[in-house]
Nanobody, 116 residues
């Protein structure tokens, strides 16, 4: 089964940048796409971005288009979320998710805090 470990979160000032990583291990061949979600305090978890392993097709939430970039390194089984022009409203725990037929796998999350 796929296992995910996020890293790269931290505290950054508004307008700054941060790069999140999600390292996948295990049966990565069973995962066809990786997603980034985020969840702010008191809010529901929301979709941020998606990338397919094979074709690298990307999808972004409107709230992050033009600011965030999702990418993947297939050789390292790692996906990244480059976050630029960060805003306080980007503050959340960011989770990666491996799309697997029949069972999605979630990482433990990494905290991103953007100060104003």
């Amino acid at each position: 089964q796929v296992q995910l470990v996020e890293s790269g979160g931290g505290l950054v000032q508004a307008g700054g940048s941060l790069r999140l990583s999600c390292a996948a291990s295990g049966r990565t061949f069973s995962s066809y796409a990786m997603d980034w979600f985020r969840q702010a305090p008191g809010k529901e978890r929301e979709f941020v971005a998606r990338i397919t392993w094979r074709g690298g097709t990307t999808t972004y939430a409107d709230s992050v288009k033009g600011r965030f970039t999702i990418s993947r390194d297939n050789a390292k089984n790692t996906v990244y979320l480059q976050m630029n022009s960060l805003k306080p409203e980007d503050t959340a725990i960011y989770y990666c998710r491996a799309r697997v037929i029949g069972s999605d796998i979630w990482g433990q999350g990494t905290q991103v805090t953007v100060s104003s």
